[in-house]
């Protein structure tokens, strides 16, 4: 870079001294400076931000634009201001951000130096949920002010109805269109534009669809058309994007509407004065508002459309809750009267909510439909595809026998277990599906349900990707599983489980250098209880999250508290499960607690997570652990019980680890003479090393294996042989220890 020595002393006072995205600029926006934090944060390397201006970033700003707009936000006698924007990551993704913008220099050459913060991550959850409680309050009403619309006065009604959509989702323009695929025509029948926009209906009639190819393939395939920037659109749909520019609209967002089996309109939403990114989320709310409006476009239609929607699903199409009632009262009805049989049958989509967050709520909710689908098509026109909400869908069969219920379980599970395409991936589904028969089992419908969702728990538990019956016993089981569930969620929270710590050893000269917190609890009647028999509970009733930062709280205040402790380079692991891995939201909430509870003594954290589970979606828990380790810096991850799975040495090489942990059972099988254990134990140590992280041994209960693995370079370990878990009031002794051991240390 051609930049004279004070530019460059500038630029290292604020790259250096600042731990956030930092830009160094000049008054035409080229880039000249820029920290690894303005990298991370954009999502280019420092040579490709160098090649750039500030207007390829900010996406309401052109090149041309960038003097003039440093003028006008800095004008003389100024030096600094500070302004919300758009800014465009290197894979297109949209992020708000709050820029501090300061002039570092006025003659001869001026330079501008720009501070960006993402908003505040705890900030933007708050504001999702305000803003879904807000959504939910806004499609109430819309719901209640169709049933009661009046035909003479319709459009008055559909036009109040958009200025509210508008307002809500904060754009310039919001309006209805009707579509004629018989004379490829559209029309513009409503629309409401925010003051100071001017109207564009008067023009939008009966306007030839082959105009707008963009567009008109979007609707064509029932798919959502979603143009963030309008002036980058491809020169293929070069139509599309005049039409647009001569509106003046900047982003739109349109989505089809659903009359009769087909796609008869659209609705949409226009950003005409500054550019507009809309999500998965909004896009998806956009769809369900399309399908409230599809009836106000016949009003004759309307009455029989919102009776539709009281007894559907509005995704699925298929009956909800309160129709499958009916449904239940009219087949027992006709089992007592008739002697008849029938099976009603719960079944869940296995691990859905890891698809759901990998791949988009939109790909979660084709799924969704492409199940229903699938499920009508495998019974016949007398059965009853019911949806109840999230991914349980119930089926209601009549049947002679109990081989008839086994038998469609079975075509079921095939139909289900088809490869489905989404977002272009290829996905094997699976689902469990739990049956109860009546009149057998009960003719309550309630009870009918319950012991349905009994049996597919059975299904889940014993693998998942099959199907179980109801079984008498399973009620007392559940009741002594619900029982301890409330006890275990009480002592959580009162914060009554404890901390136990494992003491973890240097091989080579046996010093104390680190703890493992384990949990217990001591039950009131049941007495101690190990991990194994509560944490697979904590896992299935969300209550494992809080279990996690209550013991990395009880870890940090161990870190403070005992001298040992605090010594360089001590270590303190604590372990995470899955749930803390895949839900972004747990992820950001241990981030937040861990900084909390950590203070300085945080760096010495070292975050354990399964093989298992990370297997379960890698490309998931590689995102979150770098996000882990951004946002905490000096904190170490672990890999507990490695050799368990099938982890992808590509895998292994993306993931932010910095320690191996050998799974016990090859530790188990160490024997003096050259065995296959051996030499499986020798691989993961040599390829921990090669990948530059350090390996611990845990289970050691004899010399020999304590030997074997020293020889072998294994740099940590723990088990029975040193040290077996103890609670926190015994560390005293374990201090002792550690004092000894230094003392031993520094006289050889």
Not at 43 to 69: C, F, H, I, M
């Amino acid at each position: 870079m051609n930049c004279n020595d004070s530019t460059e002393t500038l630029g290292r006072l604020f790259l250096e001294g600042l731990g956030e995205a930092v830009l160094i600029h000049d008054a035409q926006g080229h880039i000249l400076h820029a920290n690894a934090a303005a990298c991370r944060q954009s999502g280019y390397e420092l040579r490709e931000l160098y090649k750039l201006n500030v207007a390829d970033l900010d996406t309401d700003v052109l090149p041309e634009e960038v003097s003039q707009k440093l003028l006008e936000a800095l004008p003389a006698g100024e030096d600094e201001t500070h302004f919300h924007a758009q800014h465009r990551r290197s894979s297109g993704e949209i992020r708000q951000v709050l820029v501090s913008l300061s002039r570092l220099r006025r003659d001869p050459t001026p330079l501008y130096a720009a501070i960006m913060r993402p908003l505040d991550e705890p900030q933007r959850l708050h504001d999702s949920v305000e803003q879904r409680i807000g959504f939910n309050r806004l499609l109430l009403d819309i719901s209640l002010r169709l049933v009661k619309l009046d035909p003479e006065s319709l459009d008055q009604a559909i036009d109040e109805l958009l200025a509210d959509i508008g307002r809500f989702f904060a754009v310039d323009r919001c309006y209805l269109f009707t579509i004629d695929w018989q004379n490829d025509t559209i029309t513009n029948t409503h629309e409401w534009f925010d003051q100071g926009i001017p109207p564009a209906i008067h023009r939008l009639q009966n306007l030839p669809f082959a105009k707008l190819p963009w567009l008109r393939e979007h609707m064509k395939a029932n798919c959502v058309a979603h143009a963030p920037d309008v002036d980058g659109m491809d020169d293929q749909y070069a139509h599309d994007r005049t039409e647009y520019q001569a509106q003046n609209i900047k982003s739109l967002l349109i989505v089809p509407i659903i009359r009769g089996g087909e796609v008869a309109g659209m609705f949409g939403l226009d950003a005409v004065r500054q550019r507009q990114y809309w999500n998965d989320e909004i896009q998806h709310d956009l769809r369900l508002l399309g399908q409230l409006l599809a009836g106000a476009l016949d009003a004759a239609g309307l009455g029989r459309q919102l009776r539709h929607m009281a007894y559907h699903d509005v995704l699925t199409q298929l009956p909800n809750r309160k129709l499958l009632a009916d449904r239940i009262e009219q087949t027992a009805h006709r089992c007592r009267r008739y002697n008849q049989r029938a099976a009603l049958m719960l079944l869940d989509i296995d691990d859905f909510k890891i698809i759901n967050d990998t791949l988009t709520h939109a790909a979660g909710d084709q799924l969704l439909v492409e199940v229903g689908r699938r499920l009508k098509s495998a019974l016949r026109e007398s059965d009853t595809v019911a949806r109840l909400g999230g991914d349980e869908f119930v089926l209601l069969c009549e049947i002679s026998k109990r081989d008839d219920a086994i038998e469609m379980a079975r075509r079921i599970m095939a139909a289900i277990t088809a490869p489905v395409e989404l977002r272009g991936q290829r996905l094997s589904i699976q689902a469990s599906i739990g049956i109860t028969l009546m009149p057998d089992d009960d003719q309550d419908q309630e009870r009918l349900l319950r012991n349905a969702d009994l049996a597919m728990y059975e299904a889940k538990a014993a693998g998942k990707n099959t199907f179980r019956f109801f079984e008498p016993a399973m009620s007392a089981a559940i009741s002594d599983t619900l029982r301890l569930r409330s006890e275990l969620a009480d002592a959580v929270e009162r914060d009554a489980l404890e901390a136990w710590y494992q003491p973890i050893y240097r091989l080579n000269d046996g010093r104390l250098i680190g703890l493992e917190t384990l949990v217990r609890w001591q039950h009131p009647e049941r007495g101690m209880l190990p991990p194994g028999q509560f944490l697979s509970l904590a896992e299935r009733f969300k209550l494992i999250g809080r279990i996690d930062r209550q013991m990395i709280s009880r870890a940090c205040r161990i870190l403070v508290s005992w001298s040992p402790a605090r010594t360089p380079g001590f270590l303190m692991a604590v372990n995470l499960s899955a749930s803390d891995l895949y839900d972004a939201e747990h992820v950001l909430a241990l981030i937040r607690d861990t900084q909390k509870s950590g203070g300085e003594s945080g760096e010495r954290l070292c975050f354990e997570i399964t093989e298992t589970a990370l297997m379960e979606d890698m490309p998931t828990a590689i995102k979150h652990l770098h996000l882990i380790k951004r946002r905490l810096p000096g904190i170490s991850i672990a890999i507990d019980d490695f050799g368990s799975g099938y982890s992808s040495l590509n895998y292994l090489r993306q993931l932010p680890v910095d320690t191996l942990k050998i799974d016990r059972r090859f530790i188990a099988d160490l024997r003096t003479d050259q065995t296959s254990g051996q030499a499986i134990v020798r691989a993961i140590i040599g390829l921990a090393h090669n990948l530059d992280m350090r390996v611990v041994a845990e289970g050691i209960e004899n010399a020999r294996q304590y030997q074997l693995l020293r020889d072998m370079g294994c740099e940590l370990a723990q088990g029975f042989l040193m040290g077996r878990p103890v609670p926190s009031n015994e560390l005293r002794q374990l201090a002792l220890e550690f004092d000894s051991s230094a003392s031993h240390v520094s006289e050889t």
